[in-house]
Structures are given as C-alpha cells and as structure tokens.
C-alpha cells in the first residue's frame, strides 16, 4: 500500500511538470509572437487592473505618446556579453512620461555601463525634450522581496523594477501606470547610448527535466518493489 500511494504521487508529479511544460512552450510562443507584432496602444487606466491581475500582458509590443518629466532613476542589471554592444554590469535609465491623455508612465529608455563618467551620466540620464512617439515592450512593475538589496535612494538606484517607487522618489506625481515600457532599439540614443532594446526575453523552462526526475523515481521505485516482492514470493515457495 505503501509502495502504491508513493508510486502514484510521483506519476502525478511528473504528470504535473509535463503539464506545467505545456504551459510554459505556449507562454513562450504567445510571447515570441507578441514581441515581433505592430505596437498597439499602451493600456490606459481602464485596463490597468487587467495588466495588474494578468501576468500574460507582460512583454505586449506597445505604442504611447507624451513629454518627458525631469529625472530620472536607474535600475541596476547586467547584460550578456554582445560584440560591438555595451554590456556587463551597469543600469537601465527610466523617466517618467506624461502621455497624451494626461496619465503617467515610467519608461526603460535603456541601458549604460556601470563606470561612465559623472558629467556623461548626467547627460545621458537627461530625457529628450519635446513631444515623443515612442514604442516599446510592456513590462509590469516589479515587488521587491526580502532578498532585494535596499534602494540607494540618494543615488537613485534600484533592484528592482518598482517604478511606483521610482516615480515617487522623482516626484512624478499623477495616475500612474503600473507597468513600464521597455523602448525599442530605434529610441537609442545618438551616441549609441543609453542603448534601448535590450529588454532581455527569456523564460527558464526546465519543466522536462524535472517530469523525467519525477517518472525516473516511479520507475525506480516500481523496480525496488518489485525486486522485493519476488525475493518474498521466493521465500515462501
């Protein structure tokens, strides 16, 4: 009986992982679907709690217009190496936008290399000025947990992408959207910096693996019982 109930957990198990497997290779596909698609309109207030509630909203290929506010925060991360592309360790510069319909946005305007000079880092961190056209991939807003480091709030670093708090500490203050736009590579800047479209798109999906992990133990344990119940048989005959 107790052979039975293990056995049938681990089976459930494996069956579990390779359903969660399913699920993960759509989410991926929806996503690599979603990233290549004409930009749609940046969801307005009246869909935010659909983008809050939906975890498939993130990555939408999306279009929003506005002015930039002054400031700007910086989000530490590190990108793969490329050749003839920053990377490393380094930050992502977010500012906030005012859009046209009057409702704010924090916007990935890219990334720039930990160790650049101070006066080069103010001039990259200053937002274009005037009416902008932008596109760009949807990224929800981020809750830090307890092993999140602490924002510098001094030096206006965070690891996290807490834009509610990003827009605070820059005193954006308004209706605030709770996802951020990540621009496409288009929006680089001049110089090649802050470089945007880098937003890293990649899921782990090692679902398979463990499905095998799960099944490999069921057969493991089939084999032991049975071993045992043929030495039982053999002792009785």
Do not use: C
């Amino acid at each position: 009986m107790a052979a039975a109930i293990g056995l049938a957990i681990l089976v459930n198990l494996g069956l579990w992982q390779m359903q969660r497997l399913a699920w993960k290779e759509a989410l991926i596909e929806r996503v690599t679907a979603d990233v290549a698609r004409p930009a749609v309109p940046a969801p307005g207030p009246q869909d935010w709690p659909q983008v809050t509630a939906d975890p498939l909203t993130d990555y939408r290929h999306v279009a929003v217009s506005g002015r930039y506010l002054p400031g700007a925060a910086y989000y530490y991360t590190s990108l793969p190496v490329k050749s003839g592309a920053p990377s490393g360790p380094g930050y992502m510069i977010y500012s906030p936008l005012v859009t046209e319909e009057g409702w704010l946005v924090m916007i990935n305007r890219g990334f720039v290399p930990q160790g650049l000079a101070a006066d080069l880092m103010a001039a990259l961190e200053t937002p274009p000025l005037g009416e902008q056209q932008l596109t760009g991939l949807l990224r929800r807003r981020e809750e830090p947990n307890w092993t999140t480091p602490a924002v510098d709030a001094g030096k206006r670093i965070w690891f996290a992408r807490d834009t509610d708090h990003m827009a605070r500490i820059l005193g954006a203050t308004g209706s605030l959207a709770p996802y951020s736009i990540d621009l496409d590579a288009a929006f680089t800047g001049a110089d090649g910096l802050p470089r945007a479209g880098e937003t890293v798109v990649k899921f782990k999906n090692d679902h398979l693996g463990y499905a095998l992990t799960w099944f490999g133990l069921a057969a493991t344990l089939a084999g032991v019982f049975i071993a045992y119940a043929v030495q039982i048989f053999r002792r009785k005959a």
